[in-house]
């Protein structure tokens, strides 16, 4: 399960996910994603109360990112250790800005 | 027996049927045989004896009778040599036996006379030890007979039975010293006119005294023979009981799960347990079932009572326990409908105490309740075995509606639980003392470690060297089990996406036990999600398959291994090359990353194609 909680102040759009990106979820954050993009210049990712990230939550990072860098770019913040590990395994943490 | 169909049959069949033994009274006839031998060997040495005494002149006659003596010697002893060579076991001895006797005994009559009247009686009486009215009035029809002869024979030719004696009016007599028949017969009296008075007043007087004996030994065969049978009858019956109460205490034993499963198989636990009844059925039992696919309910109970009737009772409790069970998640809500179905039709007011537990074979967690049972005896890991005092309800069957306390317990991996019942603690020596739990607890902590079926046949050992000859009063049951923590939860899905929380669960419930960190699980769970997301994916595509997901930890709990098999194409994900994670984030492509993901989380990583299946085994250590 995974709660998306979006917010859009200024242009900027702030997701907060609470739950596990996983392959059944991440879809639905892809939709909610994309609803968002056009309005969006810069996006911010709280992943506190993500449990965890599967490779297709991180597809969507990543296409987020892509998305993002020709605006104002993505960040993701609220990490925790094992999603960091999870960045740093597959080279994440040098791609995404991460705070 | 033979006698009511007898009437139907020819005389030869009734001849022949004389010479047949009723199987009933085989082992009579051979004793009686054998009692047979000893009157004609006792005959034989009487008739040495008295042939001595005549030769050293003791015994005096007007007659020399060392020849029919020595006739009768030969006589007797041949008989008893016949009976010997045949051990006394054929069916036609006893005929032997009694023409014998009425023919030997008949000649020494011929020839003692009045002297040895007694003897006619003989084989009539021996011949009522049979049992067998039949062959009493054989001896008698025949003894008559032969004494007819012998005591018309002897008044002629036997010793002089002066006392039928009557001699002509002024018959003078001279001794020349000697026997008195002697001087009677040199008055020129004629013995050959004594044929009709020995008839007259020897044989009619003592034939009617033997006839009384006859009709007595006829009574006794009679009665004998109805005593026989009759025993016969009580031993074929207590056979029958027997036999029953063999296959009751069968039947009970085969209620009783007698194929302990060890943990080669990955069931999280080691079981052993032993019923010893005290009598040949018994009111104890234990029983241990799988309630799902993960909880093992243990049962041990004790019926009042012994014998059949506990026995019947016990199959009852059993049954409801082993229902409720499947009904009521909890150990006390098992107990408390187990009683009242009990109560609801207990006129007889039979109970049983009983401990339920239900161990969860993947976490250890141990929930049980106490119906009034011995405490269980627990040890912990690396501890020693000591006494739970759990809280004790009623006794099953005692009252409607009584409650029970459940608890619960973690056990932690090579924890043991030992049950038992009174006939342990109360096992007694010969002198009258008792095992006792703190006996039992000795035993147990002497090598806590050992699997519950070294556990067991220990005790069973120690309580035999205690009680040594003492007679066992009470049924003695044990059961013990070792939880191993290598318990293991298999689940079988559909291969789709949605179904990734019900594994991600599964793998859950294996770690819970476990010092898993959160972290090593999310870790496993981003492996489980990638993997099954694959299969779920190109594993059956287009088409729709099932995987088969198991969880388990090794013996000690330091790893977790998932396995995932399915019957999709053959595809083997170690073979895809590792993604480069050092391109930039526009070079990048989302392909290949969640194996490279789960090869990096886990410890180890295997496939293998086996069976038409894909087999992909994850292991993380956890510790």
């Given at each position: 399960?995974?709660?998306?909680?979006?917010?859009?102040?200024?242009?900027?759009?702030?997701?907060?996910?609470?739950?596990?990106?996983?392959?059944?979820?991440?879809?639905?954050?892809?939709?909610?994603?994309?609803?968002?993009?056009?309005?969006?210049?810069?996006?911010?990712?709280?992943?506190?109360?993500?449990?965890?990230?599967?490779?297709?939550?991180?597809?969507?990072?990543?296409?987020?990112?892509?998305?993002?860098?020709?605006?104002?770019?993505?960040?993701?913040?609220?990490?925790?250790?094992?999603?960091?590990?999870?960045?740093?395994?597959?080279?994440?943490?040098?791609?995404?800005?991460?705070? | 027996?033979?006698?009511?169909?007898?009437?139907?049959?020819?005389?030869?069949?009734?001849?022949?049927?004389?010479?047949?033994?009723?199987?009933?009274?085989?082992?009579?006839?051979?004793?009686?045989?054998?009692?047979?031998?000893?009157?004609?060997?006792?005959s034989g040495?009487v008739l040495?004896i008295v042939l001595?005494l005549f030769s050293?002149g003791i015994f005096k006659t007007s007659k020399d009778l060392t020849g029919p003596l020595i006739q009768g010697i030969i006589e007797t002893?041949?008989?008893?040599?016949?009976?010997?060579?045949?051990?006394?076991?054929?069916?036609?001895?006893?005929?032997?036996?009694v023409i014998v006797m009425a023919v030997v005994y008949a000649g020494l009559d011929g020839v003692f006379t009045h002297k040895a009247a007694i003897l006619m009686a003989i084989p009539v009486i021996f011949s009522?030890?049979?049992?067998?009215?039949?062959?009493?009035?054989f001896t008698t029809v025949i003894t008559s007979g032969t004494f007819f002869i012998s005591t018309l024979w002897g008044s002629v030719n036997g010793l002089f039975d002066l006392n039928i004696v009557t001699l002509p009016e002024g018959t003078r007599m001279i001794s020349k010293g000697g026997f008195l028949d002697q001087a009677v017969l040199d008055t020129g009296f004629d013995r050959k006119s004594l044929v009709w008075d020995a008839f007259v007043y020897n044989y009619i007087p003592k034939w009617m005294l033997f006839f009384i004996i006859s009709l007595?030994s006829?009574?006794?065969?009679?009665?004998?023979?109805?005593?026989?049978?009759?025993?016969?009858?009580?031993?074929?019956?207590?056979?029958?009981?027997?036999?029953?109460?063999?296959?009751?205490?069968?039947?009970?034993?085969?209620?009783?799960?007698?194929?302990?499963?060890?943990?080669?198989?990955?069931?999280?636990?080691?079981?052993?347990?032993?019923?010893?009844?005290?009598?040949?059925?018994?009111?104890?039992?234990?029983?241990?079932?799988?309630?799902?696919?993960?909880?093992?309910?243990?049962?041990?109970?004790?019926?009042?009572?012994?014998?059949?009737?506990?026995?019947?009772?016990?199959?009852?409790?059993?049954?409801?326990?082993?229902?409720?069970?499947?009904?009521?998640?909890?150990?006390?809500?098992?107990?408390?409908?187990?009683?009242?179905?009990?109560?609801?039709?207990?006129?007889?007011?039979?109970?049983?105490?009983?401990?339920?537990?239900?161990?969860?074979?993947?976490?250890?967690?141990?929930?049980?309740?106490?119906?009034?049972?011995?405490?269980?005896?627990?040890?912990?890991?690396?501890?020693?075995?000591?006494?739970?005092?759990?809280?004790?309800?009623?006794?099953?069957?005692?009252?409607?509606?009584?409650?029970?306390?459940?608890?619960?317990?973690?056990?932690?991996?090579?924890?043991?639980?030992?049950?038992?019942?009174?006939?342990?603690?109360?096992?007694?020596?010969?002198?009258?003392?008792?095992?006792?739990?703190?006996?039992?607890?000795?035993?147990?902590?002497?090598?806590?470690?050992?699997?519950?079926?070294?556990?067991?046949?220990?005790?069973?050992?120690?309580?035999?060297?205690?009680?040594?000859?003492?007679?066992?009063?009470?049924?003695?049951?044990?059961?013990?089990?070792?939880?191993?923590?290598?318990?293991?939860?298999?689940?079988?899905?559909?291969?789709?996406?949605?179904?990734?929380?019900?594994?991600?669960?599964?793998?859950?419930?294996?770690?819970?036990?476990?010092?898993?960190?959160?972290?090593?699980?999310?870790?496993?769970?981003?492996?489980?999600?990638?993997?099954?997301?694959?299969?779920?994916?190109?594993?059956?595509?287009?088409?729709?398959?099932?995987?088969?997901?198991?969880?388990?930890?090794?013996?000690?709990?330091?790893?977790?291994?998932?396995?995932?098999?399915?019957?999709?194409?053959?595809?083997?994900?170690?073979?895809?090359?590792?993604?480069?994670?050092?391109?930039?984030?526009?070079?990048?492509?989302?392909?290949?990353?969640?194996?490279?993901?789960?090869?990096?989380?886990?410890?180890?990583?295997?496939?293998?194609?086996?069976?038409?299946?894909?087999?992909?085994?994850?292991?993380?250590?956890?510790?």
């Amino acid at each position: 399960m995974l709660d998306i909680e979006k917010e859009l102040s200024d242009k900027e759009l702030v997701v907060k996910l609470e739950g596990r990106l996983d392959t059944a979820t991440a879809p639905g954050f892809e939709e909610a994603l994309e609803e968002e993009f056009d309005k969006a210049e810069g996006l911010t990712i709280d992943m506190e109360n993500v449990d965890y990230i599967s490779s297709a939550g991180l597809r969507v990072l990543l296409a987020a990112h892509k998305k993002m860098s020709p605006k104002e770019g993505m960040k993701v913040i609220n990490v925790n250790e094992t999603i960091m590990e999870i960045f740093d395994i597959i080279g994440f943490s040098d791609i995404l800005t991460i705070e | 027996m033979t006698e009511t169909d007898s009437g139907k049959k020819s005389i030869w069949k009734r001849f022949r049927n004389v010479f047949t033994a009723n199987e009933t009274f085989h082992e009579n006839e051979v004793q009686a045989n054998k009692l047979g031998t000893l009157v004609m060997a006792l005959s034989g040495v009487v008739l040495v004896i008295v042939l001595i005494l005549f030769s050293v002149g003791i015994f005096k006659t007007s007659k020399d009778l060392t020849g029919p003596l020595i006739q009768g010697i030969i006589e007797t002893g041949a008989v008893t040599v016949i009976c010997m060579i045949f051990k006394y076991d054929r069916k036609w001895l006893k005929w032997l036996l009694v023409i014998v006797m009425a023919v030997v005994y008949a000649g020494l009559d011929g020839v003692f006379t009045h002297k040895a009247a007694i003897l006619m009686a003989i084989p009539v009486i021996f011949s009522a030890r049979y049992f067998s009215r039949k062959l009493t009035v054989f001896t008698t029809v025949i003894t008559s007979g032969t004494f007819f002869i012998s005591t018309l024979w002897g008044s002629v030719n036997g010793l002089f039975d002066l006392n039928i004696v009557t001699l002509p009016e002024g018959t003078r007599m001279i001794s020349k010293g000697g026997f008195l028949d002697q001087a009677v017969l040199d008055t020129g009296f004629d013995r050959k006119s004594l044929v009709w008075d020995a008839f007259v007043y020897n044989y009619i007087p003592k034939w009617m005294l033997f006839f009384i004996i006859s009709l007595i030994s006829m009574d006794i065969a009679n009665k004998g023979r109805r005593m026989v049978l009759e025993q016969h009858e009580r031993d074929v019956e207590k056979s029958l009981i027997e036999s029953e109460l063999d296959l009751a205490r069968r039947i009970q034993s085969d209620m009783l799960v007698t194929a302990f499963p060890d943990d080669t198989a990955g069931n999280g636990f080691d079981i052993y347990a032993s019923m010893t009844p005290a009598r040949e059925v018994g009111g104890d039992f234990y029983d241990f079932f799988m309630i799902d696919d993960t909880r093992l309910g243990l049962v041990i109970a004790d019926v009042s009572g012994k014998g059949i009737p506990a026995a019947l009772f016990m199959t009852r409790a059993m049954t409801l326990i082993k229902a409720s069970a499947g009904q009521w998640q909890r150990p006390e809500e098992v107990l408390a409908d187990v009683n009242n179905k009990i109560c609801e039709n207990n006129d007889e007011e039979m109970f049983v105490t009983a401990w339920f537990g239900i161990l969860d074979t993947v976490t250890g967690n141990l929930a049980a309740a106490n119906g009034g049972h011995e405490y269980p005896l627990f040890r912990n890991a690396q501890e020693d075995f000591s006494m739970i005092k759990d809280k004790h309800g009623f006794v099953l069957g005692g009252l409607p509606g009584t409650t029970y306390t459940g608890y619960e317990m973690d056990m932690e991996p090579g924890s043991c639980i030992f049950l038992y019942t009174d006939g342990l603690a109360e096992a007694q020596s010969e002198a009258g003392v008792f095992f006792g739990t703190d006996r039992v607890l000795d035993v147990l902590n002497k090598e806590p470690c050992a699997s519950p079926e070294k556990i067991i046949s220990g005790m069973a050992r120690a309580v035999k060297d205690f009680t040594g000859d003492a007679r066992q009063f009470d049924d003695l049951t044990m059961m013990c089990v070792r939880f191993t923590g290598r318990g293991k939860r298999t689940l079988r899905v559909a291969a789709d996406i949605e179904n990734i929380e019900k594994v991600t669960e599964l793998v859950g419930e294996v770690l819970k036990g476990t010092d898993c960190s959160c972290q090593v699980r999310d870790k496993i769970n981003v492996a489980v999600d990638e993997i099954f997301s694959n299969i779920a994916k190109y594993a059956y595509a287009p088409g729709k398959g099932d995987v088969t997901v198991s969880a388990e930890t090794d013996k000690d709990r330091e790893s977790i291994t998932v396995t995932f098999k399915d019957n999709g194409k053959k595809y083997d994900p170690l073979e895809v090359n590792d993604p480069d994670v050092s391109l930039s984030a526009d070079e990048r492509t989302p392909g290949g990353l969640g194996v490279y993901m789960v090869r990096k989380l886990m410890d180890d990583v295997s496939y293998e194609y086996k069976d038409g299946q894909n087999i992909l085994k994850i292991k993380k250590i956890i510790k």
